[in-house]
């Protein structure tokens, strides 16, 4: 997107990690925060922030904007994101395209949406407010779900750009997300990146799932797995060189194994780009 | 039937989700609503959900209360959880929340050892302190310059991240000793506070320390404070009174020295 800058491969900072930060040997192109946890009044967890901006840009990751929801937005979040925002700079900002709480009760987890035009006008409508309130534009998430609904009307990916479109606003693409989602609920995958807006799609994400049963989890507790791999090498041959940051959530490998898995993907982006610029 | 709003769906997904584990209360026209090769795939897809909403609080809370939860025990915990979920789900977008009111579920719990609730309340305060705002911390030298006929005009204020916690029970040992499984009653005060390099920590205080800090903490003279040690002699007074300073500026809990109000 243009008005993205390309940062290369970054990964997700974690708490295990923070030493790195401290001793300055969390070496990344950048990185990624989740905002909420750095929703506090002070303490560790800013001042380590502060100093991994100190070592390389930072992004700012949300999960609890409730873009789907039909609760009223919450300014009082809104008000902490953009203090957060105007003290640490990011590069950008993103949320989820889900939904998470509703009545007032939150369920911190990224919940499904029904792709229909009902959804599409209210998620646009309310990521224009947002948009608004923070005076930038955002970046909106897919996310992997277990199931659908018999009253949407239109595949996810069409969803997704359908949103951004009426939105304005950018695309984060998991590629994990696509891969779980389409394993799921049996789509095409190549289908999903196709039908996706190459303008629009700004970060891509990347991370490892399990399996529970017939159906795959986005558990963010494994390295990034072949199929996934494959799929990443499909988004570069269709968007590009795009920031692409590696996602760890759940029995978190050493700063040097997760910046191995950020290095293949720029190994992978590389080896794409360059066999991409002497095809005839 | 009618297309439901996006409200509706939203409204019955909570209602299937956020429940009880084994409570099977996934509601009917959300299972219509589900596509599914029949319904128990339809349900199946549903419980991802309800067992990961349970799962993911559930760890919350371990880690903000983890000595609570080691005493209770896994079975038991889980069954404090799930009903502090129910009366007290999340209402903040942050989920460093969740447990603020745990600490006053359990208290009215019957079937909870009183302990267990003042224990509660020290790890709730531990979390609070843990990202409560920032301060300089003021050192001994800051002292030195203060004329003598100044110091008892002077006030201080404590840093932020300190709490004064009163229990029933000296819950402080529960805390430490990983074997201790029961503390007899005894009124107990505790300091919790967060030191210079982010570490939290808490200590036992005795009646004159616990009168002193509130005194602090309050915004009161320096010569207020002194009036805590006033059934000793003057000397004595002072010499408490400083070493009690002393100690506060040590541990960096005193955020700056003000002068005379």
Request: aromatic share 2%; proline share 14%; glycine share 10%.
């Given at each position: 997107m243009s008005f993205l800058p390309h940062l290369g491969h970054g990964v997700g900072l974690r708490t295990v990690h923070y030493p790195h930060v401290l001793d300055r040997t969390?070496?990344?192109d950048w990185f990624e925060v989740i905002s909420e946890n750095f929703?506090?009044?002070?303490?560790r967890p800013l001042q380590i922030l502060e100093k991994a901006r100190e070592l390389a840009p930072v992004v700012l990751h949300g999960v609890?904007?409730?873009?789907?929801?039909?609760?009223?937005?919450r300014q009082d979040y809104l008000a902490e994101l953009q203090s957060l925002i105007r003290r640490f700079a990011p590069a950008w900002v993103s949320d989820h395209l889900c939904w998470g709480a509703v009545g007032g009760r939150f369920a911190h987890d990224l919940l499904p949406l029904p792709y229909t035009e009902e959804a599409v006008r209210h998620v646009a409508a309310r990521i224009r407010q947002v948009q608004d309130r923070l005076g930038r534009r955002i970046l909106i998430e897919n996310v992997s779900s277990y199931l659908t609904y018999s009253?949407?009307?239109?595949?996810e990916w069409v969803f997704l750009s359908a949103v951004a479109e009426e939105a304005d606003c950018g695309i984060l693409l998991d590629v994990n997300n696509i891969y779980v989602s389409a394993v799921n609920h049996g789509f095409s995958p190549l289908e999903y990146l196709s039908g996706?807006?190459?303008?629009?799609?700004g970060q891509i994400h990347l991370a490892g799932h399990s399996s529970q049963g017939d159906l795959l989890i986005d558990?963010?507790?494994?390295?990034?797995?072949t199929p996934v791999w494959r799929l990443y090498r499909e988004a570069v041959r269709r968007f590009g060189a795009v920031s692409t940051l590696v996602e760890w959530d759940d029995q978190i490998p050493s700063f040097d194994e997760l910046i191995a898995e950020a290095n293949r993907a720029r190994e992978i982006e590389s080896e794409v780009l360059s066999a991409n610029s002497v095809s005839p | 039937m009618p297309t439901p709003s996006l409200h509706e769906v939203q409204r019955l997904f909570w209602e299937s989700v956020a429940?009880?584990?084994?409570?099977?209360?996934?509601a009917p026209a959300l299972v219509r609503l589900v596509r599914g090769a029949d319904d128990n795939d339809r349900k199946t897809r549903i419980r991802v959900y309800s067992d990961a909403y349970y799962l993911r609080l559930r760890d919350v809370l371990h880690e903000d209360f983890p000595r609570l939860a080691s005493l209770l025990g896994s079975e038991r915990f889980d069954d404090v959880v799930s009903e502090y979920l129910e009366v007290?789900?999340?209402?903040?977008?942050?989920?460093?929340?969740?447990?603020?009111?745990l600490t006053e579920f359990l208290r009215r719990r019957?079937?909870?050892?009183k302990c267990l609730a003042d224990l509660a309340e020290l790890e709730w305060a531990r979390v609070e302190v843990f990202d409560a705002p920032d301060a300089e911390c003021a050192s001994i030298d800051d002292l030195v310059s203060v004329p003598a006929d100044a110091w008892p005009a002077l006030r201080f204020s404590a840093i932020p991240a300190i709490q004064s916690v009163r229990t029933q029970y000296p819950v402080h040992r529960l805390w430490s000793?990983?074997?201790?499984l029961y503390v007899p009653p005894a009124k107990t005060s505790l300091r919790v506070w967060r030191k210079n390099d982010f570490l939290v920590l808490h200590a036992p205080m005795d009646e004159r320390e616990s009168a002193a800090l509130s005194k602090m903490i309050s915004g009161e003279t320096f010569a207020a404070i002194c009036e805590t040690f006033a059934d000793l002699s003057e000397m004595e007074a002072a010499r408490e009174a400083t070493g009690l300073l002393a100690r506060w500026l040590e541990d960096g809990i005193v955020a700056r020295i003000g002068g005379a109000a």
């Open positions: 969390a070496r990344a929703m506090i009044a002070g303490g609890s904007l409730n873009i789907g929801g039909t609760d009223p937005l009253i949407s009307s239109m595949p996706v807006p190459a303008k629009r799609v558990t963010h507790d494994h390295p990034v797995p | 429940v009880r584990p084994g409570r099977d209360s996934i007290f789900p999340s209402k903040q977008p942050s989920v460093r929340h969740l447990g603020r009111v019957e079937d909870v050892p000793d990983d074997k201790l």
